[in-house]
Nanobody, 122 residues
Framework: QVQLVESGGGLVQPGGSLRLSCAAS????????MGWYRQAPGKQRELVAA???????NYADSVKGRFTISRDNGKNTVYLQMNSLKPEDTAVYYC????????????????WGQGTQVTVSS
């Protein structure tokens, strides 16, 4: 009933930039926090950045000053602008959203996107 569709991943050289997008669609009543996570091979999934519905942001120490998270509430979309990319940023990036849906009653769920690969390499 709710889908998160990511786009914008790819291959980029060290020092380059990418912008990820994640659009939510479906039976959405309200979207609370949205965020981006990443998982590198052999490592646990980790939080990269998050943003509340009011615009308060939170970043992992490893990306502070390089990545910027933003959202367009009218489009139910969250973005991740990634600058000064490093090889250690290589991972599958996942979008996450806490969404309130109304079916026969109100429910609150965490939804995940399918993931998009970001590879930083020369």
């Amino acid at each position: 009933q709710v889908q998160l569709v990511e786009s914008g991943g790819g291959l980029v050289q060290p020092g380059g930039s990418l912008r990820l997008s994640c659009a939510a669609s479906g039976s959405i009543f309200r979207i609370n926090a949205m965020g981006w996570y990443r998982q590198a091979p052999g490592k646990q999934r980790e939080l990269v950045a998050a943003i509340t519905s009011g615009g308060t942001t939170n970043y992992a120490d490893s990306v502070k000053g390089r990545f910027t998270i933003s959202r367009d509430n009218g489009k139910n979309t969250v973005y991740l602008q990634m600058n000064s990319l490093k090889p250690e940023d290589t991972a599958v990036y996942y979008c996450n959203a806490n969404i309130i849906v109304v079916v026969t009653s109100i429910h609150e769920y965490d939804y995940w996107g399918q993931g998009t690969q970001v590879t930083v390499s020369s």
